[in-house]
């Protein structure tokens, strides 16, 4: 675990949640109705104030208190706790993006290509990039001196900011601007107190950002434009976040920890960021980091970003980095009141040439902090140069253990790639007293590199099959690598990030997640400058890194539709986005495989199309509840929850999301859903399906007729199973909209039950 929230003989820390806060109670009587509440479990007032952690007060109600499992028990017996849960630790899920998605540039080089609205960066300008919208960013700090956060040219503070500049170590009030206008810190009960948890893990006591994760979040949302930045060489061109002209709001709310060489974020520091931010007066939350789902009500994210809807925050959070760990199901933040955020590649590639003694070169992916220091270096095979004790498929691939120092100092050494990180195999090379690697049978899914200890390229097998040839043919085989070369509309693209968490939604798997899929391989964004490092920028990657280009994106539909709801956006995003790639086929995994949307949702966000959606799925926080009434919260729950007369529906229907997902289907299922026409007035939408195999699939009515903007329109779904030859896998299809000028697409995953 990455940070430790140990009170002693005083019990663990817990978050005890009470629900909406009282609108009748000033935020002091709030806090000591939290006093009291501990008093009379723990028997003092000295015990109180001693147990209190943070008082949520602003957003919702509730407070951290170091408990014994107890004292736990006890306060979770109250009629008016709906629920307490021990403080987890969520951990953060770790450019040409805005050429790519269309907002920037002639559209030359977008994904869907030049057209009037591209070439004229039609969003950008439309919303004066985001001007007067507030993007909070929950994360480790911000490095305020960063280029991306100047704020020349910008209007004033929009009045309704309600928030503060925190000051602490090496930040003061001078460090915010009109760019970024606020910050905090929350570093309350950090194991041993905060003094001394930042002495041990190199941590500082204020806003500012010694990780660099958060700096590269916040400008990725929010950035201003930087000519000439790079990582290394690599990537050269004018970084810019989503929205240039949008407010950064910063809660530093994850700490590094050296132990584990981690970054975590408290539940307690979560909640206290959602409640902060909702008093602030933040229009959206950029949220990239997560942890294990569980129950709504017992996971802070959840419960934040419900009170946030509930305010009209937009709330957009990381899918979660586990594909290749935890594999289908892995997806993070699934509540559908979050836009969920899964990552894909851009067109961008970065590469390195490889030279052999025999005037051979080759071209593979090549993507390294590290260089080669000289012209020429010897060249060895894996299989030839380890130890006897070593299987010859583990020296193959260049295992752990495998490798005789002797025999591979100051070389070059091929490997063959197998199912592990290519980090592990650099690792055993560089230990060995290697000088570079080779991955001799390099596939796609290696362009996502990085972590490697040692110059590397990535060839693919007929390259490699030269590389062995060569090295069987002479005494003395030699080569070098020559790094640096970044190459633009390369296909195809966007590839499915190897690492990106997919569906099913373990959290209620009738919810499609992810809702969407952006850049997050190779982002290059501002970076900490913390240990007078001299890489102002730097190339991440994450579906940490493409939520906050979601975030981005968010804040120009708030700006160009000031009144649309959170569910709103999302309906938009999701239904406009694309399933094609820069060759017009189908998006693909990392393998080259067909992806489905329980990798992508509803596919790749398109940012100008999402402005004119045509239709949206709407949601308010009563069909939140009817939705929460259809999973078996009761009454008295969800009246603590909105702190009002809640009542659950006699017969409570579908939640209105925008894409369909069902999970159990047997033999037949009515889906209900309803859309508002938002761009047309008098105008007609047909429908058209899509089907999943082994499924049929029908719309009722199957015409919609709006006679004005603003007009919602109700319909069903009906699926039905027509034979069982599928009855093991899951199937995939799409539902249609269509009056001849928009299209409007909501995916649809069925699972057999």
Same mark, same amino acid.
């Given at each position: 675990?990455?940070?430790?929230?140990?009170?002693?003989?005083?019990?663990?820390?817990?978050?005890?949640?009470?629900?909406?806060?009282?609108?009748?109670?000033?935020?002091?009587?709030?806090?000591?109705?939290?006093?009291?509440?501990?008093?009379?479990?723990?028997?003092?007032?000295?015990?109180?104030?001693?147990?209190?952690?943070?008082?949520?007060?602003?957003?919702?109600?509730?407070?951290?208190?170091?408990?014994?499992?107890?004292?736990?028990?006890?306060?979770?017996?109250?009629?008016?706790?709906?629920?307490?849960?021990?403080?987890?630790?969520?951990?953060?899920?770790?450019?040409?993006?805005?050429?790519?998605?269309?907002?920037?540039?002639?559209?030359?080089?977008?994904?869907?290509?030049?057209? $009037?609205?591209?070439?004229?960066?039609?969003?950008?300008?439309?919303?004066?990039?985001?001007?007067? %919208?507030?993007?909070?960013?929950?994360?480790?700090?911000?490095? *305020?001196?960063?280029?991306?956060?100047?704020?020349?040219?910008?209007?004033?503070?929009?009045?309704?900011?309600?928030?503060?500049?925190?000051?602490?170590?090496?930040?003061?009030?001078?460090?915010?601007?009109?760019?970024?206008?606020?910050?905090?810190?929350?570093?309350?009960?950090?194991?041993?107190?905060?003094?001394?948890?930042?002495?041990?893990?190199?941590?500082?006591?204020?806003?500012?950002?010694?990780?660099?994760?958060?700096?590269?979040?916040?400008?990725?949302?929010?950035?201003?434009?930087?000519?000439?930045?790079?990582?290394?060489?690599?990537?050269?061109?004018?970084?810019?976040?989503?929205?240039?002209?949008?407010?950064?709001?910063?809660?530093?709310?994850?700490?590094?920890?050296?132990?584990?060489?981690?970054?975590?974020?408290?539940?307690?520091?979560?909640?206290?960021?959602?409640?902060?931010?909702?008093?602030?007066?933040?229009?959206?939350?950029?949220?990239?980091?997560?942890?294990?789902?569980?129950?709504?009500?017992?996971?802070?994210?959840?419960?934040?970003?419900?009170?946030?809807?509930?305010?009209?925050?937009?709330?957009?959070?990381?899918?979660?980095?586990?594909?290749?760990?935890?594999? *289908?199901?892995?997806?993070?933040?699934?509540?559908?009141?979050?836009?969920?955020?899964?990552?894909?590649?851009?067109?961008?590639?970065?590469?390195?040439?490889?030279?052999?003694?025999?005037?051979?070169?080759?071209?593979?992916?090549?993507?390294?902090?590290?260089?080669?220091?000289?012209?020429?270096?010897?060249?060895?095979?894996?299989?030839?140069?380890?130890?006897?004790?070593?299987?010859?498929?583990?020296?193959?691939?260049?295992?752990?253990?495998?490798?005789?120092?002797?025999?591979?100092?100051?070389?070059?050494?091929?490997?063959?790639?197998?199912?592990?990180?290519?980090?592990?195999?650099?690792?055993?090379?560089?230990?060995?007293?290697?000088?570079?690697?080779?991955?001799?049978?390099?596939?796609?899914?290696?362009?996502?590199?990085?972590?490697?200890?040692?110059?590397?390229?990535?060839?693919?097998?007929?390259?490699?099959?030269?590389?062995?040839?060569?090295?069987?043919?002479?005494?003395?085989?030699?080569?070098?690598?020559?790094?640096?070369?970044?190459?633009?509309?390369?296909?195809?693209? *966007?590839?499915?990030?190897?690492?990106?968490?997919?569906?099913?939604?373990?959290?209620?798997?009738?919810?499609?997640?992810?809702?969407?899929?952006?850049?997050?391989?190779?982002?290059?964004?501002?970076?900490?400058?913390?240990?007078?490092?001299?890489?102002?920028?730097?190339?991440?990657?994450?579906?940490?890194?493409?939520?906050?280009?979601?975030?981005?994106?968010?804040?120009?539909?708030?700006?160009?539709?000031?009144?649309?709801?959170?569910?709103?956006?999302?309906?938009?995003? %999701?239904?406009?986005?694309?399933?094609?790639?820069?060759?017009? $086929?189908?998006?693909?995994?990392?393998?080259?495989?067909?992806?489905?949307?329980?990798?992508?949702?509803?596919?790749?966000?398109?940012?100008?199309?999402?402005?004119?959606?045509?239709? %949206?799925?709407?949601?308010?926080?009563?069909?939140?509840?009817?939705?929460?009434?259809?999973?078996?919260?009761?009454?008295?729950?969800?009246?603590?929850?909105?702190?009002?007369?809640?009542?659950?529906?006699?017969? *409570?229907?579908?939640?209105?999301?925008?894409?369909?997902?069902?999970?159990?289907?047997?033999r037949s299922k009515v889906v209900h859903r309803r859309v508002t026409n938002v761009d047309d007035d008098a105008t007609n939408y047909?429908?058209?399906?899509?089907?999943?195999?082994?499924?049929?699939?029908?719309?009722?009515?199957?015409?919609?007729?709006?006679?004005?903007?603003?007009?919602?329109?109700?319909?069903?779904?009906?699926?039905?199973?027509?034979?069982?030859?599928?009855?093991?896998?899951?199937?995939?299809?799409?539902?249609?909209?269509?009056?001849?000028?928009?299209?409007?697409?909501?995916?649809?995953?069925?699972?057999?039950?």
């Open positions: 675990m990455a940070l430790n929230f140990q009170g002693r003989d005083h019990g663990d820390t817990h978050i005890v949640y009470l629900g909406n806060v009282d609108k009748s109670l000033h935020p002091e009587a709030v806090t000591s109705s939290h006093h009291a509440l501990l008093r009379d479990i723990l028997g003092s007032d000295e015990a109180a104030r001693e147990s209190l952690g943070f008082s949520y007060r602003h957003g919702f109600s509730g407070f951290s208190a170091r408990l014994t499992e107890e004292q736990a028990a006890k306060i979770s017996s109250l009629p008016n706790v709906l629920s307490i849960f021990p403080n987890k630790i969520r951990k953060i899920h770790t450019t040409n993006s805005w050429e790519f998605l269309g907002l920037y540039g002639s559209g030359e080089n977008s994904l869907f290509g030049a057209s $009037e609205s591209t070439e004229s960066s039609w969003l950008w300008h439309n919303t004066k990039y985001g001007k007067d %919208v507030i993007i909070g960013v929950f994360d480790s700090g911000v490095w *305020p001196e960063s280029k991306s956060f100047l704020d020349h040219g910008m209007k004033s503070i929009p009045k309704r900011w309600k928030g503060t500049c925190e000051t602490g170590e090496k930040f003061n009030a001078s460090h915010c601007n009109k760019k970024l206008i606020g910050a905090r810190f929350f570093s309350h009960g950090l194991q041993d107190g905060p003094e001394a948890y930042a002495k041990a893990h190199r941590e500082i006591l204020s806003p500012r950002d010694v990780n660099g994760h958060g700096t590269h979040t916040a400008s990725t949302a929010g950035g201003r434009f930087v000519r000439n930045a790079n990582w290394l060489g690599y990537a050269k061109g004018t970084a810019k976040g989503g929205a240039p002209d949008a407010h950064l709001a910063i809660y530093k709310i994850c700490w590094r920890n050296i132990t584990d060489d981690r970054v975590g974020c408290p539940d307690a520091h979560v909640l206290s960021a959602f409640d902060m931010g909702i008093h602030d007066g933040v229009d959206i939350i950029s949220a990239s980091f997560g942890g294990p789902v569980g129950d709504y009500f017992l996971d802070s994210t959840f419960i934040g970003a419900f009170h946030a809807m509930q305010k009209g925050i937009v709330v957009v959070a990381s899918a979660g980095n586990s594909q290749q760990t935890l594999g *289908p199901g892995s997806v993070e933040n699934g509540a559908p009141w979050i836009i969920t955020v899964g990552a894909s590649t851009l067109d961008r590639a970065y590469f390195g040439d490889l030279f052999l003694g025999n005037n051979e070169s080759f071209r593979g992916f090549s993507f390294t902090e590290k260089r080669l220091r000289k012209r020429w270096y010897h060249l060895a095979a894996g299989a030839n140069v380890g130890l006897p004790t070593s299987s010859f498929s583990a020296r193959q691939l260049c295992l752990s253990g495998s490798l005789d120092p002797k025999k591979v100092q100051g070389k070059i050494v091929a490997c063959l790639r197998g199912r592990m990180h290519p980090a592990f195999q650099s690792l055993e090379v560089f230990s060995a007293g290697g000088a570079g690697i080779i991955f001799c049978n390099s596939t796609q899914v290696d362009q996502d590199t990085g972590n490697e200890f040692l110059p590397s390229v990535y060839v693919d097998e007929k390259a490699g099959e030269a590389i062995f040839s060569y090295i069987n043919s002479t005494r003395f085989p030699v080569a070098q690598i020559q790094h640096q070369i970044s190459l633009t509309n390369q296909k195809p693209a *966007p590839l499915m990030a190897a690492f990106s968490s997919s569906g099913p939604n373990l959290v209620d798997a009738d919810i499609l997640k992810p809702d969407i899929t952006a850049p997050g391989v190779h982002i290059l964004a501002a970076y900490t400058q913390f240990n007078n490092s001299k890489v102002p920028y730097k190339l991440v990657s994450g579906t940490s890194m493409s939520c906050p280009h979601v975030s981005g994106i968010v804040a120009l539909l708030k700006s160009y539709r000031p009144t649309w709801s959170p569910a709103a956006i999302k309906s938009a995003i %999701v239904t406009t986005g694309y399933w094609f790639d820069n060759l017009s $086929e189908s998006i693909k995994n990392s393998s080259l495989a067909p992806a489905s949307p329980f990798d992508f949702g509803g596919g790749h966000v398109n940012p100008n199309a999402a402005a004119h959606p045509g239709l %949206v799925y709407d949601a308010d926080e009563q069909d939140y509840i009817g939705y929460l009434c259809s999973l078996g919260y009761n009454q008295t729950e969800l009246q603590i929850l909105t702190q009002t007369s809640a009542k659950c529906p006699d017969n *409570p229907t579908d939640l209105n999301y925008p894409s369909i997902a069902i999970s159990n289907l047997s047909t429908a058209s399906i899509e089907a999943p195999e082994s499924v049929s699939v029908s719309v009722h009515p199957s015409v919609l007729r709006f006679e004005h903007k603003g007009e919602t329109k109700a319909f069903q779904v009906i699926f039905r199973v027509e034979d069982d030859s599928n009855i093991n896998n899951d199937v995939f299809g799409k539902l249609i909209w269509s009056n001849g000028k928009y299209m409007v697409t909501s995916p649809i995953a069925v699972s057999f039950g």
